[in-house]
């Protein structure tokens, strides 16, 4: 999974290949077992992380884990990301002068700075102050960082953690700060009309057939050109990503999001360019160069989005890809006992639970349950399904209860060195302390 590093044989083997090598069985062992402890956490005491790798999957909470578990592993299987050996529960609160449910900017901007603020804040506080962020810490710390994402590179969740903005919408502004300040040397993602100037496509054409607003909008020049200009390497697909060499990679995949987040049937579609996990894959490959240890935020966003649609079989689609985004970064760790993995989700979306496929339940309008019309309400959500319980002939139907976010708290799973501070439940904020701990402190 990890050989797209013998595309650069100048360099030989990447740090954690060679230490596989050199070390031998020794660094495969679990590190309670050098450490002398026995208390099974998947690596703790003695051990204190020197890298992060900190997964959102944007929307997820218990009800998305566990329908994909069930569309993917059936009864007695169990997701990559519901096998780290700790787990927590958040709650994620925004302090919004309107609402009380957060968005993902406020959600981010918990992770990333330790303080709750208000919907659309950029690591800003509830006055519009800049606060120190997490990406930006760690890179003054000495820390290599990265950020993938299905969404735009500049979209909420990464921009909490490498930019300050009084408003998450402005993005052109944000990936300058990126270049101007924060300098992750990993950037991977969508939203390439943020880089460019109106009426310079770029890769991907302006007004495509399956979203015509798509168009470049940077108000901050020629964006990509000036990452060039900083020792950038810039990719726009597939074969360029596995081909990148670069200390400092930039990689744009899609105009905006790297999916199209529809109601089924309308034109929705997952089937990223380049898939999450080769990403992700490729960020460590960069990131894991750096003696002094780094900072990785993987994001899958389409678990958001599809919510948004009650589209439940793209959101299962982007629970696979994101899971396997999981399964590299736990083939990294396994290999690397002083990286803390982290999996979880910024807030609920959707409102959804898993029910026994019943046409007599309350939901129709809205909803795509099989042999139950649709009612004209497309705002009132309902039963979507049924979906297959893997290995089985059992089904189950998803009735969402909104086509927003909601309250529930969301799980953390973890594993690593410093997890079990991620046992028991607590703000979203905690994991800005456990990170901060290990990237700043
Ligand atoms: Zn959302």
Redesign the pocket.
Known sequence: MFTSTSGRPHRGLPLWASATLVGGFVVLLPASALAGDDHGFGGGHGHKARSVIFVNG??MAAAQREAARLDQEGFDGELAMDALPVAGLQTTDARDPEDTVT??AAGASAWATGVKTYNGAISVDVDGNPLPTLGGEAREAGKATGLVTTAQVTDATPAAFFSNSTDRSLQDDIARQYLEDTRPSVILGGGEDWWLPAGDPGAFPDQPEEDPEEGSRSTQGDLIARAQEQGYEYVTDAEGLAAAEGDLLLGLFANEEMFQQRPEGEGDQYDPVVPLADMTTKALDVLSQDRDGFFLLVEEEAV??M??NNNGTRMLEAMRALDAAVEVARAYVAEHPDTLLIVTGD?E?GGLTIEDVDPEDESGPGGTLEGVPAAEDETISGEDGPFLVAGTDKDYALDWTTT??TGAPTPVTAEGPDSEELTGYYPNTHLHEVMHEILVD
């Open positions: 944007d929307g968005d993902s958001d989005e919510a948004h807030h979306c927003s976010h």
